[in-house]
């Protein structure tokens, strides 16, 4: 991977929508609760689609899903539903957007059965890459092997949200993330 020219590295460097998401976001650990959720429901709208234009859309999908508020999202009713699918800021699609707020309902379990989302990901730390997908399948909906990976590495469970010569990736490593524990 490291020897691939489109790694995510060398995209966003040159790009103004990708960089401060890779600079300061991509490969961090985190534990909030709305940040995690908000990570997981982006990867959930890229499915198939770019990421350049998850980013696009990310501030009128932050609006659309209430901050992601865990809460409120699993609230979200039928009237909810239809007033986001003929939102033209953000990503279209009935099934990700019914996924998206039954995975909010799982959140709110986790917070009974492990302490939150947070506490959730530690729980099955370390896991490998297929086992991690086998979990989040179990758990979550609309979170396949792409997803399920590009959320662990944006999140610090997996390695390679950054190439070793990259200048974030000595940062990150000061942050102690998950993947280093291995």
């Known amino acids: 991977m490291a020897d691939d020219p489109n790694w995510y590295c ?5 790009d103004e929508l990708h960089r401060p998401y890779h600079d300061t976001e991509y490969g961090f650990p985190g534990q909030d609760e709305a940040q995690l959720f908000e990570l997981l429901c982006l990867e959930i ?9 998850v980013l696009k859309k ?23 539903i239809k007033r986001l699918l003929a939102n033209p800021g953000i990503i279209r699609n009935q099934l990700k957007i019914k996924s998206i707020i039954h ?5 709110k379990d986790l917070r009974k059965s492990h302490g939150g989302f947070a506490k959730w990901l530690a729980s099955h ?18 979170t396949g092997p792409e997803v399920a990976n590009e959320f662990l590495m944006s999140t610090g ?7 070793e010569s990259c200048p974030v990736y000595a ?3 000061k942050t102690q993330p998950p993947w280093m524990d291995v």
Do not use: M
Not at 10 to 14: G, P, Q, R, Y
Not at 45 to 53: H, I, R
């Open 10 to 14: 060398d995209v966003a460097s040159e």
């Open 45 to 53: 709208f890229q499915a198939g689609l770019s990421w350049e234009l």
């Open 58 to 80: 990310r501030q009128s999908t932050f609006e659309a899903f209430k901050r992601f508020d865990v809460d409120r999202v699993a609230g979200f009713q039928e009237e909810d």
């Open 103 to 107: 995975n909010a309902q799982v959140c």
């Open 125 to 142: 730390h370390p896991l490998d890459h297929s086992a991690w997908v086998k979990t989040f399948k179990k758990t979550f909906k609309f």
């Open 157 to 163: 469970y997996l390695k390679g949200a950054h190439r």
């Open 171 to 173: 940062i990150i490593a």
